[in-house]
């Protein structure tokens, strides 16, 4: 059974920094990809950035609204992928979710398909 928990969400001034991780378990070779994903108040859920899961293949997406300030990275030993956000804005406030599904690439997962697992969620919130 395939488990994703997220952790550090928080509060924190517009222009701080965030570091979200994401432990999973209960993978197989069938996942390529994982990611994070996003839904604000009133907003339909987007997808921030994807990362592969294979130790030689280094595909990143990001969303354009992120793009320079958010970090997606893995550590495979621990099964973790981690979300380094930075500068963060009002509106980068939404509830964040790690996702992922089987037999779907780094930018299918991010932009094309509804992941199949999703994590609980960590409400991450910008405001001063």
């Known amino acids: 059974q395939l488990q994703l928990v997220e952790s550090g969400g928080g509060l924190v001034q517009p222009g701080g920094s965030l570091t979200l991780s994401c432990a999973a378990s209960?993978?197989?070779?069938?996942?390529?990809?994982i990611g994070w994903f996003r839904q604000a108040p009133g907003k339909g859920r987007e997808g921030v950035s994807c990362?592969?899961?294979?130790?030689?293949?280094?595909?990143?997406y990001y969303a354009d609204s992120v793009k320079g300030r958010f970090t997606i990275s893995r550590d495979n030993a621990k099964n973790t992928v981690y979300l380094q956000m930075n500068s963060l804005k009002p509106e980068d406030t939404a509830v964040y979710y790690c996702?992922?599904?089987?037999?779907?690439?780094?930018?299918?997962?991010?932009?094309?398909?509804?992941?199949?697992?999703w994590g609980q969620g960590t409400q991450v919130t910008v405001s001063s």
């Open positions: 996702a992922t599904s089987p037999f779907t690439t780094v930018r299918a997962l991010c932009i094309i398909h509804v992941p199949d697992y």
């Open positions: 209960g993978f197989t070779q069938d996942y390529y990809a």
């Open positions: 990362i592969s899961r294979t130790s030689t293949d280094h595909n990143t």
